[in-house]
């Protein structure tokens, strides 16, 4: 049997959604020139909408709301990235049914939530009825968790590149009542707030991590001036 392989940390950082993508664009690419499966955890600097890769409507306030918008490498809905917590993996799944990917790349996202006393459950909706919003949390899906009650926590979504994935999604915490109803017209989820702060957070998610997604340890190794220089070029050109 081959030895586990060894999976990359990227600490975590806060920066503008244009370069919160760039990297998640780099990160699977690595994975497809042969690099390590990767981790990472990430804020955003500033509110900014996240915009499904085949999302082509969307209101015309969003423009003028004072929000960065951003074109994701994945699919689904749109995600307002305020009062979250976003992740992103990259690796080359066993599996080949999506759902039980899915699953499979959520489970430590269940185990730390359920260590907190939050346990979450995969959504039922059909992914027709969600593409008809143009919220992602408007409704949830096999690929998303939800709470006891149906309030939806966490949002995921995929790439494929032949056999790699790019999965990243958004966990809520203390999302804005009055930005969100300005977008979406509606109230967020209400959420029972987590026993944690930001960085207990971070480290509880990592520990979960290692323990149901990657095998073993994590290895923290943060982002290099080469890198950064390669992450630039993915940069867009222009807001959508």
Do not use: N
Request: with cysteine; proline share 9%; hydrophobic share 45%.
């Amino acid at each position: 049997m081959s030895p586990p392989l060894l999976w990359r940390w990227i600490p975590p950082l806060t920066a503008p959604g244009r370069i919160q993508m760039a990297i998640d664009r780099w990160m699977l690419q690595q994975l497809l020139r042969g690099g390590p499966p990767m981790l990472r955890l990430y804020r955003w600097s500033a509110p900014a909408l996240s915009l499904g890769r085949h999302q082509q409507r969307w209101p015309d306030h969003w423009r003028t709301a004072g929000v960065e918008l951003v074109r994701r490498p994945s699919g689904g809905r749109a995600v307002l990235h305020h009062g979250e917590l976003t992740y992103a993996l990259v690796m080359q799944p066993q599996l080949r049914s999506r759902e039980a990917v899915y699953r499979h790349c959520c489970l430590w996202l269940q185990h730390a939530l359920a260590s907190a006393g939050q346990p979450l459950q995969f959504g039922q909706a059909a992914a027709s009825t969600a593409a008809q919003r143009s919220s992602c949390f408007a409704t949830a899906t096999a690929a998303d968790l939800v709470a006891g009650d149906g309030s939806k926590r966490i949002g995921s979504a995929q790439l494929w590149q032949g056999a790699a994935l790019l999965q990243h999604g958004s966990l809520l915490l203390d999302p804005p009542i009055e930005l969100w109803r300005r977008l979406f017209g509606v109230d967020p989820p209400r959420l029972a707030p987590l026993p944690w702060d930001a960085q207990q957070l971070e480290l509880e998610l990592r520990r979960a991590a290692e323990r149901h997604l990657c095998g073993g340890a994590l290895i923290e190794q943060p982002l290099s001036p080469e890198e950064w220089s390669a992450i630039r070029a993915l940069e867009p050109g222009a807001a959508v």
